[in-house]
């Protein structure tokens, strides 16, 4: 095995949801966590002592992900001062839900700048530093099934979410001779605060094993993608679903 000793995965969007059980889960792995939110605050001190509590090292930056100059400038700094990541998780996400005609431009602009311009401001400072590393690295980004398959009221969603499975695909082809794997993880109906108000009998129905998902069934998936055992799979989509297509 090459990666017996994984190093540090920088997690988006990590003090809650699907972030935070990304995080737990690859801190029981035994990676180091950088772990990103939004503002100071956010749960994300919790966060940080439960990877503690696992034995790994925790650290936490700030920052809007549609924010091209920030971003940059926050990761730069902290990889120059501790060293470039193994890998990175790209879950930081929003939501502006309405049917097409109700949609405003900024209900548009906000989700596509977050979810689809966010996968590059994070990883446009980081590429070349793992590139650089010359060791095997690991990218993993959260689409979704909007993404894959399109959502009524979620036009500007799934159109983020499509954007980021084509990104993900070509950031393969260019990275795969670097021994850096890219992929993408689709959950479907997952149980998060996201999707606390959704009314969970009529989304039953459309799921073959007529439940919901777990954040922890993602984040398995996810902790799969950044171990040595998937180091020949790239340029995937894995959708973690119950079945629903």
């Known amino acids: 095995m090459e990666e017996r000793h994984p190093e540090t995965i920088l997690v988006t969007g990590a003090n809650r949801g699907i972030g935070e059980a ?38 936490i930056v700030h920052f809007d992900v549609a924010e091209r100059e920030t971003v940059k400038a926050v990761l730069e700094a902290d990889i120059a001062e501790h060293g470039c990541y193994y890998g990175v998780i790209c879950n930081a996400g929003i ?42 690295g690991r990218i993993v980004a959260l689409s979704s099934m909007s993404g894959l398959i399109g959502n009524r009221g979620q036009v500007n969603y799934s159109a983020a979410k499509a954007g980021i499975v084509g990104a993900s695909k070509a950031l393969a082809v260019e990275l795969a ?38 954040a922890e069934e993602v984040a398995g998936t996810v902790s799969f993608l950044c171990s040595a055992d998937a180091a020949y799979i790239t340029r995937q989509v894995i959708a973690v679903n119950g079945g629903m297509y």
Not at 105 to 118: A, I, M
């Open 22 to 59: 990304i995080a737990r889960r690859l801190a029981s792995d035994g990676h180091d966590l950088v772990l990103h939110c939004r503002r100071p605050g956010d749960d994300i001190d919790a966060v940080k002592a439960a990877v503690e509590a696992e034995g790994r090292q925790a650290r």
């Open 95 to 136: 939501t502006a839900d309405k049917p097409f005609p109700a949609l405003t431009g900024e209900d548009w602009d906000s989700v596509l700048r977050t979810n689809l311009d966010g996968f590059y401001n994070v990883l446009h400072p980081l590429v070349m530093p793992m590139i650089q590393r010359r060791r095997p």
């Open 177 to 214: 001779k670097r021994r850096i794997t890219v992929n993408c993880v689709a959950p479907g109906w997952i149980e998060t605060r996201m999707t606390d108000e959704l009314p969970r009998d009529e989304i039953r129905k459309l799921i073959p094993m007529q439940r919901t998902g777990t």
